[in-house]
């Protein structure tokens, strides 16, 4: 349900992808990036062949359609924690059986004027614990029928087993965000000023 969703996206709004071959073909891989519409998740999947499960706020599972997201193999997240230890080792489970998994370090939609939010460390503990890659990616442009300017960047495999958690989180923020400035990103809460 979740490739075609993004295949359907793709369809319409007809985005410019770049990186996808620092996308692995096999093995675990947390994918991480910013996040400011309701459709990145999707716009994410569709871009590789594999699983990728992805974490979601608890909410979504809550409502008549939160069906939708179990059957999809969506990880539940209470963003009410301070930590959220169910989620983590979902997540490091579907990365141990080689899958993907999907996470926004922001922890839900950006809507402000700062390029990113402060990140949680999810990703990180993810693929510390599963000794595995972080593939950093980076969404610009807007959501629009056949959009000319919505554009979705994969960097390089972020190898982080030998650094502390700290610097692990440092470099994934610092990646996230050249990435967004090369690309030109603009915030949502600029687009309509402009």
């Known amino acids: 349900m979740v490739k075609l969703g993004g295949y359907i996206l793709r369809w319409l709004t007809s985005p410019r992808r770049i990186g996808l071959e620092n996308i692995p073909t096999s093995g675990a891989a947390v994918l991480a990036g910013n996040h400011f519409n309701a459709a990145d998740p999707l716009l994410v999947a569709a871009c590789t062949h594999r699983y990728v499960g992805t974490l979601a706020k608890q909410e979504l599972f809550d ?19 301070k930590r959220n230890s169910d989620a983590l080792h979902a997540a490091v489970a ?7 998994v999907n996470v926004s370090p922001e922890a839900g939609r950006n809507f402000t004027a700062e390029l990113l939010l ?21 969404i610009v442009g807007d959501y629009r029928f056949r959009s000319k300017t919505l554009q979705i960047r994969f960097g390089p495999p972020l190898d982080i087993s030998g650094l502390s958690f700290d610097a692990a989180q440092t470099l994934l923020r610092d990646t996230i ?18």
Do not use: E
């Open 94 to 100: 579907v990365l141990q059986g080689g899958h993907m």
């Open 63 to 81: 409502g008549w359609y939160g069906f939708i997201f179990r059957a999809i193999g969506s990880i539940p997240v209470d963003f009410g924690r």
């Open 177 to 194: 965000t050249k990435m967004l400035i090369a690309d030109h990103y603009v915030p949502v809460a600029l687009r309509k000023r402009r």
């Open 118 to 138: 402060p990140f949680k460390g999810g990703a990180v503990a993810m693929a510390g614990r599963a000794n595995c890659p972080i593939i950093p990616y980076a």
